[in-house]
RNA sequence: GCGCUGAUAGCUCAGCUGGAUAGAGCAACUGCCUUCUAAGCAGUAGGCCAGGGGUUCGAAUCCCUUUCAGCGCGCCA
């Protein structure tokens, strides 16, 4: 909501509170501890635009039935120099109060002073805060659930940063461990093949199957020939990886980039297995002796912290494992870089990973309830009414930048965002090709496409929106004028509540919402027409709806055309 | 077997920490353009909120349970 919009409902809380102290004198009610009421907004608007169940949940502590205790609250109340105009008692015992014109005039007037800072807030307090997202593995192109995940994130990024967070986006990138043995020793294999022919090398069973291993292999070829043929196969494998990896980065970044999704850091695994930080992180669990040693390995103690086994942390080999770099990697964020509060998003098949990575936090001595993690669901990627499979493995699958070359990145960005991210969801690769109304990004763009075209239409005719007096901005008080300003009053609220849930989705369907709410005003009040004042405050109202939905719109980096 | 998610209109999904007759968009049907973009609006139809218990003034929402679905339980990442 709206600065003003807040200050009416603390400011209700304080009415309503005062009403029972004076019916309390009156003696019209007993002295008696008033439980927690809650003040919101009904869905039918007829019910007020707040309302409170503070007659309901007092019957008990006041023996008297609500309906009572509401008649006595609603006489006893003053709403002079309020933003209400009046209450109702409706229902069970609902007090119902109703907005008056001054309320109306002071949201338009909020929005034309704050611009396109409206809708930002402090609520975050500055709050140093990282999101990890997409940290795709580097062996390979990626994949649908990456682009969902490159969507949520970015999009929550900048959500966080309206409501007042100092965001940071990070990818981590893993260019160590196991994943990266294997993707040199496919990388081997194919440029093996290459001058031994496929039938002669064979490829290992868990190797990387896609095209891609094929391609980064005769790139190889080509620029060193075939002097690594009878080279030390550790020496190859470097040799190749050491080209390879730093390409398949650049190529994400490259990609997702074209996404609209710069990272402030790419974070690089390898660094912390260089820098002696996971060496470090060992050595915290060990000092405070959540770790023992067996079969040759070091295991961390994760049943003290709720698991129901143990991990390892050294394997016999002396290698770490994934889960010891993750654990160095999250001390780092807390520890080293000092953010008040991390969030991680991971695909949903990873949330066995969440209650043991918040385990070891604890066993570090750090508060797990700073680490958070969104758990995404797979998408469903369907064309002609089927589902499209998608696999890292099968050279197949769709990628993240076939999708990009296909659907614009408006669409892909909203439309990832229209689903929070513990659903499924499904992706309608042909609805998102479509550049029409039913692609909802088109629909909300359209909206504020027509808002332009008014604004040019009236403005060759000399008509040009000018400072409104509160006397013309009361002058809107048809049905579809007040949904429409209610519904505007509403954004940093909304955007508040977004950042709290972690869910764009919220803002997504906010904006479809306020869009839909213009069309109805567009259709049901004409701009242009015989009276100048009443011109003007519409035009205003047109001016401070096109401002919202192009916050929203460059919040999320979807573009908002002028004509469409 | 244990655990994590989820189940709401034909389809895709909302429904905020319990609130007043359960919502939207697609799809179907009916209307509305000599007036600012019809890429729009209005209307009709469509529901035992998976089943069953409980908690209370009041449950789609909270608790228990059953069924079904997806996933996880590696010295993989």
């Not at 043995?181 to 490829?203: D, H, I, T």
């Not at 030390?232 to 470097?238: F, G, N, S």
């Not at 953010?339 to 066993?363: P, S, Y």
């Not at 075209?453 to 400072?467: E, F, Q, R, V, Y």
Request: charged share 25%; proline share 4%; hydrophobic share 40%.
């Amino acid at each position: 909501m709206s600065k003003r919009a807040e200050q009416s409902t603390t400011h209700l809380r304080m009415l309503i509170l005062e009403a029972i102290s004076s019916a309390i004198k009156a003696e019209e009610l007993p002295e008696a501890p008033i439980p927690n009421f809650s003040i919101e907004m009904p869905a039918d608007r007829s019910h007020g635009d707040w309302a409170s169940n503070i007659a309901m949940v007092s019957a008990k502590t006041f023996h008297l039935p609500p309906q009572k205790i509401a008649e006595s609250i609603a006489s006893h109340i003053v709403l002079d120099n309020s933003y209400f105009k009046c209450c109702e008692i409706a229902g069970p015992g609902f007090l119902n109060f109703f907005f008056n014109q001054q309320f109306y005039a002071d949201v338009i007037r909020e929005i034309v002073q704050t611009g396109d800072q409206y809708g930002h807030s402090d609520y975050g307090q500055n709050q140093k805060v990282m999101i990890e997202f997409v940290s795709a593995n580097p062996t390979g192109p990626m994949h649908m659930g990456n682009a969902r995940g490159g969507a949520l994130g970015d999009c929550l990024a900048s959500l966080m940063h309206a409501a007042g967070y100092d965001v940071w986006r990070e990818f981590y990138v893993n260019d160590a461990g196991n994943q990266i043995e294997k993707f040199g020793n496919s990388l081997e294999a194919r440029y093996l093949q290459l001058y031994l022919g496929e039938e002669n090398v064979p490829f290992p069973e868990d190797g990387y199957q896609g095209q891609d291993i094929k391609e980064r292999a005769a790139e190889f070829a080509k620029i060193n020939g075939d002097q690594f043929i009878g080279a030390d196969p550790t020496m190859r494998k470097k040799a190749l990886i050491d080209y390879a990896l730093p390409r398949n980065i650049e190529k994400m970044e490259r990609d997702l980039h074209k996404y609209g999704i710069t990272y402030d850091q790419w974070f690089l695994e390898s660094t912390i297995h260089n820098n002696g930080e996971l060496q470090e992180a060992i050595s915290a669990l060990t000092e405070r002796g959540y770790t023992y040693e067996k079969d040759g390995a070091l295991w961390y103690k994760a049943t003290l912290f709720g698991s129901e086994k143990d991990d390892v942390l050294v394997r016999q080999n002396g290698n770490p494992t994934y889960f010891a770099a993750d654990i160095a990697y999250h001390r780092n964020k807390f520890v080293k870089r000092g953010f008040d509060r991390c969030i991680d998003i991971w695909g949903a098949d990873h949330h066995g990973h969440v209650a043991r990575m918040k385990g070891a936090m604890e066993a570090l001595g750090l508060d797990s309830s700073k680490l958070d993690v969104i758990l995404m669901q797979l998408v469903r990627l369907t064309q002609n009414g089927e589902i499209v499979r998608m696999s890292k493995r099968t050279g197949k699958a769709i990628q993240l930048g076939d999708l990009l070359d296909e659907v614009p990145v408006d669409s892909a960005r909203f439309l990832f965002n229209m689903r929070e991210a513990n659903s499924q969801m499904e992706f309608d690769l042909d609805l998102a090709v479509k550049q029409d109304a039913q692609n909802p990004v088109y629909y909300v763009q359209y909206a504020r496409a027509r808002i332009c075209s008014i604004i040019k239409a009236l403005a060759a005719d000399g008509i040009t929106p000018h400072p409104c007096t509160d006397e013309e901005l009361h002058l809107l008080t048809a049905t579809e004028e007040r949904e429409l300003i209610l519904h505007l009053s509403r954004y940093t609220a909304e955007i508040i509540q977004a950042a709290k849930d972690y869910n764009p989705a919220h803002i997504t369907r906010y904006v479809i919402t306020l869009a839909t709410l213009f069309h109805k005003f567009y259709d049901a009040c004409r701009v242009r027409g015989d009276n100048p004042n009443l011109t003007n405050a519409r035009l205003t109202l047109c001016t401070v709806t096109s401002t919202v939905i192009c916050n929203v719109l460059r919040m999320f980096k979807i573009s908002a055309p002028e004509s469409m």
